[in-house]
């Protein structure tokens, strides 16, 4: 079988074998009726007619571009006619309609095909492609008014978008498993097709969508920033179109029409269902923005016998959890997960009304349960994404709780929508752990080395905030990204208490320092022993991921106990301690406040009130360049800094002392100078770190770097400087040993250890400076171990315990 091409791109088919001399005697007494052939082509074009050159029905142009409501309308029509000629038709993926009439022969020869196009171009004709279908109609029509029958199968075939005019430049869509699809037609119809995905989104998953021929648009936001940005590109570029099913105000129709296309797999569904012999009670699908939700909720109501519905969402993208939950629609703060394609923050608004009201339940799944899921699965020889294996996982969920128990039973037929085949993502690590010990370890095999302090190894925060943020989403509790610098995220989450208490913040840096000093696996998190006790070994274990993790265990275990507290907690899990505490302050720009705040930094059991700050300052000692034959034009900068090192010194004798932080101190960090050694240098920068107490200040240290400084000049007339200035600055940390707050957590830990902690100073800074200087009262608190910053780390596993059930006691007793 060939298709020959004639004037207005009408398709016969040249088929002539088929027909019989006798056949072709009988068929050349049958008349086309061309009044009608012309009478209906000029009805049907009314659907898209462009009445632009005259007063008359068969003077006017046409603007029937595929897939609008006009050509909706004109293959509806097309469908109805073909049925009441006793044709069969088909569908396929592209949209393309085959309508056959069965020959006597019952042959499974293909069929003869006539044919061409409803579609035209934005200012086309009413024969181009028109006529072809209308005069294969004709045909059909003409034989079946003379009874006539062929031996074998004839047809008219209608093919989309023909014209290639509606999707002639660019279609634009968002997110996962959608856009692949889009992509997918896109590729088809010989279009162009910007995806725009959220950031979040895994590289192998936008390789997929990338495969399909699409340029991928990687958006710096979430779900819903894709969909905005994809509809203003499509409105920005001629021609474009934006090709969506979630819906929003003003944009409802294509969802829509998505929303049938999903009901024919309903179809299929039931038609399978119905020849195992079975009944189907129950169907879990996959959530997204609620399109295909939608589909199934209505299919599944409108039976006879109601099926229940129960709708699967990721924990981290939980939108139509919580809209049920607040009776309304609203969106959610979503974040990384191997769900992808159902990583939405809001519900479709033509979705919504229908989900409300037909969903028997939504349950809310991890990405570690989703990734057990798809292994299983693979057991059983069924390949399937992370989004396929999602109803499974739900399942298993489900049947765990007690509340199914009246939509689950052992003889219930239930069926699981698997939206993704099989694709390469990151492997997912375990949110159920509840423990210290356990949280110590899969947070220590997370690495967050500070990117600032090496420029090798350096993994930044992203990996763990994003693990810290499933976390939260996977108990429910709130939870908030904060990412003032590129990359280097915080993580805060907040048990929100029931009004009128006291706040308690736990605050913890999720930073590492440089994993190349280690000297074995610095990301194992294994338990072992150390001098008889157990530890967990790994960088960051004991700086500071262990104390972090026992404020999340006693976090969640104050969730699960029930107590009703008062006051918030928070668990602000913070970016960059080790370099320039971009997370603390980020923080605290943002406008977080506590009552009181604990810092589970290392100290080995004890309760730090106090600990020094820290000024850095730049010193340029000035000189003349020459070359070194030539010392009457040449003065040495170095050698000039001696005199400033010598006075520098003898200043150190004078410094303040503290009752409580003991002596201020300072060294010299740094010395820069010269260009070559055949030179006399013109600049040695000399950088003083001063560790200050509570009495010193940066104005007052720089005031007695200028008094020194113009000291020299006074003795030595070549000496030649620039002002002192100051690169950073941290202040100090101090709080009252009888303070309120230091009591209480004093009894607290009494009361769990069965002995009081010391209370001391630190010689190191943490963020616990920066917290008391915005008003919020702070100790210092947190497990034993040892090998800060060294080749070898640990944490102890005792001391672990010991600190999350203090901080259990401590959020219980303060927050009350």
């Known amino acids: 079988m060939h298709f020959t091409k004639r004037t207005g791109h009408a398709l016969f088919a040249n088929s002539a074998k088929q027909f019989s001399t006798t056949s072709r005697r009988q068929l050349s007494g049958l008349k086309i009726n061309h009044n009608r052939l012309w009478e209906t082509l000029h009805e049907t074009c009314e659907w898209g007619a462009a009445h632009r050159y005259g007063k008359n029905s068969t003077d006017t142009g046409m603007a029937r571009l595929t897939l609008t409501d006009a050509d909706a309308s004109v293959r509806r029509w097309l469908d109805d006619e073909v049925r009441k000629l006793g044709c069969t038709l088909h569908v396929d993926q592209m949209g393309n309609m085959f309508a056959r009439q069965k020959g006597r022969l019952n ?69 996962g498993n959608h856009g692949r699809a889009v992509a997918f037609i896109a590729r088809l119809l010989d279009s162009k097709a910007d995806i725009f995905v959220p950031r979040s989104m895994d590289e192998s998953t936008q390789q997929l969508i990338g495969s399909e021929g699409a340029r991928v648009i990687v958006v710096q936001g979430d779900y819903d920033q894709a969909v905005r940005e994809a509809a203003d590109a499509a409105q920005a570029i001629a021609g474009g179109i934006l090709v969506q099913d979630t819906a929003f105000d003003g944009y409802e129709d294509i969802p829509s029409w998505i929303v049938e296309g999903y009901s024919t797999m309903m179809m299929e569904v039931d038609e399978q269902i119905a020849k195992e012999g079975l009944q189907c009670n129950l169907v879990v699908t996959p959530v997204g923005v609620g399109s295909l939700a939608h589909a199934v909720a209505r299919h599944c109501k409108s039976r006879d016998s109601p099926i229940s519905v129960v709708a699967a969402e990721p924990d981290s993208a939980p939108c139509l959890h919580s809209s049920l939950g607040s009776g309304k629609p609203v969106a959610v703060q979503t974040s990384s997960t191997i769900m992808d394609g159902m990583n939405c923050g809001t519900v479709s608004t033509t979705a919504w009304p229908y989900l409300q009201r037909l969903v028997d339940a939504c349950v809310t799944i991890c990405s570690y349960e989703c990734h057990a899921a798809v292994e299983y699965l693979a057991t059983q020889s069924i390949k399937a994404g992370p989004c396929g294996a999602a109803s499974l996982a739900t399942l298993k969920r489900l049947a765990a709780a007690k509340e199914a128990q009246t939509l689950l039973n052992k003889d219930t037929v239930v069926v699981l929508l698997s939206t993704e085949g099989p694709r390469p993502y990151p492997i997912p690590k375990e949110v159920s752990v509840e423990d210290s010990v356990g949280l110590t370890q899969i947070l220590t095999t997370i690495n967050s080395s500070n990117p600032s302090l090496s420029l090798t190894d350096g993994a930044g925060e992203n990996q763990i905030a994003n693990y810290l943020a499933a976390w939260f989403a996977h108990r429910g509790i709130e939870h908030h990204w904060i990412e003032t610098v590129s990359g280097r995220p915080s993580i805060v989450g907040v048990l929100r208490g029931s009004g009128g208490g006291k706040s308690l913040m736990f605050n913890g840096h999720i930073d590492t320092v440089s994993l190349s000093s280690y000297e074995k696996d610095p990301l194992s998190g294994t338990l072992g022993e150390k001098d008889g006790r157990q530890v967990v070994f790994g960088r960051g274990s004991l700086d500071m991921k262990g104390g972090l993790a026992a404020a999340l265990a006693a976090v969640s275990a104050a969730k699960a106990s029930g107590n009703n507290l008062r006051g918030d907690v928070i668990v602000a899990a913070v970016s960059d301690e080790e370099d320039a505490s971009q997370g603390t302050r980020d923080l605290l720009a943002a406008g977080w406040r506590a009552d009181a705040a604990v810092i589970p930094e290392p100290t080995m059991g004890q309760v730090v009130t106090a600990h020094k700050g820290f000024l850095w300052v730049e010193i340029d000692i000035l000189g003349v360049a020459a070359h070194g034959s030539n010392p009457g034009a040449g ?178 007793d303060f927050c009350q």
């Open 635 to 812: 003065q040495d900068a170095i050698l000039y800094a001696g005199w400033f090192l010598r006075a520098l010194e003898q200043y150190q004798q004078q410094l303040p002392v503290d009752d409580v932080l003991g002596p201020a101190s300072l060294h010299c960090g740094l010395i820069q100078g010269g260009e070559e050694p055949s030179s006399y240098p013109a600049k040695c920068t000399i950088t003083v770190e001063f560790r200050t107490i509570p009495c010193q200040t940066q104005e007052s240290i720089l005031s007695d770097l200028k008094n020194l400084l113009e000291g020299i000049v006074r003795e030595n007339p070549k000496f030649l400087y620039s002002e002192p200035r100051a690169t950073m600055l941290r202040p100090t940390q101090k709080l009252a040993t009888d303070h309120p707050f230091v009591e209480r957590a004093l009894a607290c830990a009494t009361a769990v250890l069965g002995s009081t902690p010391q209370v001391s100073s630190a010689p190191f800074w943490c963020d616990a400076a920066l917290l008391s200087e915005a008003g919020i009262p702070s100790i210092v608190y947190g497990p034993r171990g040892e090998g800060l910053h060294s080749k070898e780390e640990w944490v102890e596993v005792e001391s672990l315990q010991q600190q999350e059930n203090v901080f259990w006691r401590l959020i219980e």
């Open 107 to 175: 042959s499974s020869a293909p069929m003869i095909a006539m044919g061409s196009h409803l579609d035209t171009q934005p200012r086309g004709g009413r024969y181009d492609g028109i006529l072809g279908i209308m005069a294969a109609l004709e045909v059909l029509r003409t034989m079946r008014e003379n009874g006539y029958q062929t031996n074998y199968d004839v047809g008219l075939v209608n093919w989309t978008n023909e014209e290639g005019a509606r999707f002639p430049k660019s279609m634009c869509s968002s997110g």
